[in-house]
């Protein structure tokens, strides 16, 4: 398994931004598929954005022209920045790893509230 730390949740107002971190130990980080994923209170754990040891990405059409995902692979680290915050993108944002060799790994979750 890799072990997976986020950080940068908090509250933000509508329309604010916020850039999430997830710091991931291990060798296996440059060849992994990560993933911001997010769950709301009564509601599924979601797919928010991926991408792949390649650099492809993929997001929900809820985020889309609003959130990137990115990775730095030198640091084992990848970001999700969030832009245009909506009150509908608060939820606790949990980081993923995802590997033939390692099979998935989950972060402890960061909560992202949106709120006046």
């Known amino acids: 398994q890799v072990h997976l730390v986020e950080s940068g949740g908090g509250l933000v107002q509508p329309g604010g931004s916020l850039r999430l971190s997830c710091a991931a130990s291990?060798?296996?980080?440059?060849?992994?598929?990560m993933g911001w994923y997010r769950q709301a209170p009564g509601r599924q754990r979601e797919l928010v954005a991926s991408i792949t040891s390649g650099g492809s990405t993929n997001y929900a059409d809820s985020v889309k022209g609003r959130f990137t995902i990115s990775r730095d692979n030198a640091k084992n680290t990848v970001y999700l920045q969030m832009n245009s915050l909506k009150p509908e993108d608060t939820a606790v944002y949990y980081c993923?790893?995802?590997?033939?060799?390692?099979?998935?790994?989950w972060g402890q979750g960061t909560q992202v509230t949106v709120s006046s």
């Open positions: 993923n790893a995802f590997s033939v060799v390692a099979g998935p790994s």
């Open positions: 291990g060798t296996i980080f440059s060849i992994a598929t």
